[in-house]
């Protein structure tokens, strides 16, 4: 008996599909990290293609072809090759990917200068259709302290982590090193993994010269971001895990000409 | 010493803050279902508001003013009035509310006709500037079944769990237990929480006589969504837990005019 | 054709199973807090049981009757009633249940004294074989204030939020609100959803009045238990969300016959 | 003014912390597979200690001091030494150790022979007190098709995913590849990431002829951990995402010695 291909059949309904494809595939990567040392990290992909009305379904092994393909070289590094390569692969018009994955930095201590690893979650968005977009976007943990608690209280004020997830699309290129220090200079005080008692003096008390409203975070952060010719367009939101509350704050400031990927 | 008020100080960075204010508050609510029956459940919520550029901070304490002032009534029957309080009390420009919920159905068995309990996740998103703006949205685990396995297989057919998210707007009033039956007529079958032996018989045999690819899904429930005339707009999205894969696949289809809060 | 009651079949593996059965049903339930007022919840409920050697299978639709036949009625009122039910209903010698349901307290801000709701996280562990045990247990948001911070830091120290986890078996009934108080007592201060600006001073100041590490949280709270003739056994952890790290810090006690169902 | 290291301080309270520490560390490591080759890959790390009932605090940057010492290294394959290293430095009589990482292993497809990556989640814990033990584990998602199902229908049966979690303590070096091997052995089918249609059918067909309930999967793997001379103690466990629920199918087997960190 011959078996049909089912995926191939016309389909009569005159649906265009705007996104199908496979999501949570976890994958090995390589990424260049700014002092040209190749970072070997580990990302969640997600592939999406649109389907025109007459098909009646994509070929969901394909993607994975694509991206084995891939699999020795650097995706990221020839991530507009690879989206070509999909969106050829696939027959469609529009190729979609979405790749999150952790990107590890070596901090140095302020005041030991002691050196240890932080990771920071990385989040980037293509797309092919006429023209080759792309977004880079990273989440960078910092510490905020509120300045109204400070204002009114004899002593102390609360400080908390908070995340601030910036999204951008480029005219030129820019490090994710870049980007991750516009947002910890605009923080209350940056982040490390490993802090001896002179550095967390340091910390503690830089936090409480610096007070920051999530509202001051987003702002500072966009001034910058405004600021540099080779920023395109971007989001920037922050979400502070607030210490006094069992809830968060949230402030997000975007261009209007940003776009990203949404569903 | 006179302590400032420093969210009231004046910004001079002249940036409007695109929304800002409190997400992951858990919060008792009352819905409505078809049978007019009060269902008491908890929700998930999330309330922002824009901020003017010469504002330096919201009243972040404000939120959760409004949102004890209805701690006694129906938050999403007043979902409106609530929105316009918001707006008002905070003095902005556009209020943004974001709530989720499980909702409760109770469901025939198809043969034994005992009944159980079937939970749903809502997704409720309302905004008011000029106009007011609901989207209303349900997420429905369903039962799919593989098209492509079932023919070229001399016996059975790979199935899974899927997960079908159907967010509308609205001309006229749509019950969620309509949204629910529109998608789950669309699976290969519906899931119940209790099936006894007959009942997995029909169950099977009813997946195995309806096989849908996750397009299928989808262009079968947007045929449904465009016959409506109550349905403004709309997305439908599945996502299918593949029985042979590790990970998941995926389709979508949105109308033109849909639009939903983002960020 | 006569089908064969697969379950039923005899095993000869000779394996006895630990436990087999039910997770991730969500259901609502009813729970009578201190004030004798019913809060009606949503809950995260499994139901296992031992299956012996010779069983080939459970017959997993019984526990979904056995909690229907709960519906309407307090299933966490009558907990050992409904283990003698599963147990029996299943013909199994051991039963478990596992009952996770968020639990609202109405909370006076500390200055102000504006009313407030709280959202704590309950986890039970109930287990019937030749006698009924439980184990209660309450997650509670609090803040921390770091004292090796305070103590080397010229201005402020750095607070963060922090999330203790109580789990107690009893002697004697204690409310869920009074392990609650004892650990908010512990804390550098407790926390609330609604603060103004006196509130928020109290707050800080509090919280600076009073730095406490991951271990002295534990071990404040493990003091209290210990004193308290109705706790029979105990286990006490914090975990901070650290606002100078990405990672989190956690200090844990427990009771030398504390006991919990552990897979 | 002379600063006090609050730590250090003598403590009264006569309460031995059982565990204290740091979580959610996300760090590069490297592993060894079966073919000898170094995996890099990226863990998520906690570490505990004891600590005494005289001291006050233990001294959370060590922690990270220690496994930054490692960071070249391969922490996992000098784990031994890493834990000896570890209790030394923090002064502590016992320490603890959990790991998890995911692990990647190419596999063939059964009939087009063609290769994809499939990554596996490991999870391991070390201990080191007066001897050192080490339980080493992974999640291996599998095809499960319902024995029940395919009995009572004319046509087909009810597959899904299920994951099955396998622990192990060992008298003898065991690859994680073998213990991968033992779960797909017990399955339905096995999973891979690539399937062109030929694989497929064959998956199909081959879940359909092997029909097992939760139950089957974990007595079946009990059978061959029994069995392995190699294997001192194990726990494994089956969660199968019902294609016909909306809750999972639950079994767990664990051997009388079975002992992990459970905290």
Same mark, same amino acid.
């Given at each position: 008996m011959i078996k049909t291909d089912v995926q191939s059949e016309r389909d009569t309904r005159e649906i265009t599909i705007?996104?199908?494809?496979?999501?949570?595939?976890?994958?090995p990567i390589v990424v260049e990290d700014r002092r040209n040392i190749n970072q070997q990290t580990v990302a969640d992909i997600?592939?999406?293609?649109?389907?025109?009305?007459?098909?009646?379904?994509?070929h969901m092994s394909r993607f994975l072809e694509v991206l084995n393909k891939y699999h020795k070289e650097d995706i990221i590094s020839n991530l507009e090759q690879? *989206?070509?390569?999909?969106?050829?692969? *696939?027959?469609? @018009? !529009? %190729?979609?990917?979405?790749?999150?994955?952790?990107?590890f930095i070596e901090k140095e201590a302020p005041v030991s200068k002691i050196k240890s690893l932080l990771s920071?979650?990385?989040?980037f968005q293509a797309s092919l259709k006429e023209e080759y977009r792309l977004v880079i976007?990273?989440?960078?943990?910092? !510490? !905020?302290?509120?300045?109204?608690?400070?204002e009114i209280s004899d002593n102390g004020a609360h400080s908390q982590r908070s995340?601030?997830?910036?999204?951008?699309?480029?005219? @030129?290129?820019?490090?994710? @090193?870049?980007?991750?220090? *516009?947002?910890? %200079?605009?923080?209350?005080? @940056?982040i490390y993994s490993l802090l001896k008692r002179p550095d967390e003096?340091?910390?503690?008390?830089?936090?409480?010269?610096?007070?920051?409203?999530a509202e001051d975070i987003v702002r500072e952060i966009t001034l910058k971001l405004r600021q540099d010719r080779r920023i395109a367009s971007f989001k920037v939101e922050t979400e502070n895990l607030e210490s006094?509350?069992?809830?968060?704050?949230?402030?997000?400031?975007?261009?209007?000409n940003f776009w990203e990927i949404k569903y």
């Open positions: 705007d996104r199908v494809g496979v999501k949570n595939i976890r994958y997600a592939l999406y293609v649109d389907l025109q009305e007459h098909e009646r379904g994509t690879f *989206m070509a390569d999909l969106r050829k692969r *696939m027959g469609s @018009e !529009t %190729a979609f990917a979405i790749i999150d994955f952790p990107y920071y979650q990385c989040h976007g990273v989440k960078v943990p910092i !510490t !905020t302290l509120c300045p109204c608690s400070k995340y601030v997830n910036i999204q951008v699309t480029l005219g @030129e290129f820019v490090w994710l @090193e870049e980007l991750i220090e *516009m947002v910890e %200079a605009s923080a209350s005080c @940056e003096k340091y910390v503690t008390e830089r936090a409480y010269a610096n007070p920051r409203f006094i509350h069992d809830h968060n704050a949230y402030a997000g400031v975007w261009s209007n």
